[in-house]
T-cell receptor, first 114, second 112 residues
Framework: EAGVTQSPTHLIKTRGQQATLRCSPI?????VYWYQQALGLGLQFLLW???????NRGNFPPRFSGRQFPNYSSELNVNALELEDSALYLC?????????????FGSGTRLTVV | KQEVTQIPAALSVPEGENLVLNCSFT??????LQWFRQDPGKGLTSLLL?????REQTSGRLNASLDKSSGRSTLYIAASQPGDSATYLC???????????FGGGTRLMVKP
């Protein structure tokens, strides 16, 4: 069974640009979660998508947005990049309605803003 | 709002020691609790999942327990090895939001 896959592995952008990160969940998982892990900081919840809809959002500005496609894959878009957006972005998937199965994480996208 | 705390933040032990990592949470309505391992610059690997009706889970040298009434979970690692060196994270969710809330992690170093 393929795990959660994220692309690209690394991304370097200039301040003010836009970044797009992608995530493919485990087959059969309908929920996708995005987390930010800045250097030296903990994992901060960004966004939760299920069945194509945004279900919850963390304490991040609107320039962080995303969407979930009919095949349950997801995109995270970060507009007007700032230096402090440099972080490891992790995606996780789960069965939304089956709370008991836990979460599986991808390997992450390392975003560097210069 | 659920808050998760992990103590200690860092731990260094000689190889072969048994050790306990602690995780505490503020909201006893925690539903599932999951322990993860993270190697530097990498994603998270799930170690153990304690489901809502369970109190304990074991996998190999790892054992995790959950006491909702006291707001605590512990991860026990038996006979530690240098390959166990990593950051260990606990995370829980509740019925309200379903997303995970993470602790700050315990950075473990096992010396040969």
């Amino acid at each position: 069974e393929a795990g959660v896959t994220q692309s690209p592995t690394h991304l370097i952008k200039t301040r003010g640009q836009q970044a797009t990160l992608r995530c493919s969940p485990i087959s059969g998982h309908t929920s996708v979660y995005w987390y930010q892990q800045a250097l030296g900081l903990g994992l901060q919840f960004l966004l939760w998508y299920d069945e194509g809809e945004e279900r919850n959002r963390g304490n991040f500005p609107p320039r962080f947005s995303g969407r979930q496609f009919p095949n349950y894959s997801s995109e995270l878009n970060v507009n007007a990049l700032e230096l402090e957006d440099s972080a490891l972005y992790l995606c996780a998937s789960s069965y939304e309605i089956h709370y008991n199965y836990g979460y599986t994480f991808g390997s992450g996208t390392r975003l560097t803003v210069v | 709002k659920q808050e998760v705390t992990q103590i200690p933040a860092a731990l260094s032990v000689p190889e072969g020691e048994n050790l306990v990592l602690n995780c505490s949470f503020t909201d006893s309505a925690i539903y599932n609790l999951q322990w993860f391992r993270q190697d530097p610059g990498k994603g998270l690997t799930s170690l153990l999942l304690i489901q809502s009706s369970q109190r304990e889970q074991t996998s190999g040298r790892l054992n995790a327990s959950l006491d909702k009434s006291s707001g605590r979970s512990t991860l026990y690692i038996a006979a530690s090895q240098p390959g166990d060196s990593a950051t260990y994270l606990c995370a829980g969710n509740n019925n309200a939001g379903n997303m995970l809330t993470f602790g700050g992690g315990t950075r473990l170093m096992v010396k040969p």
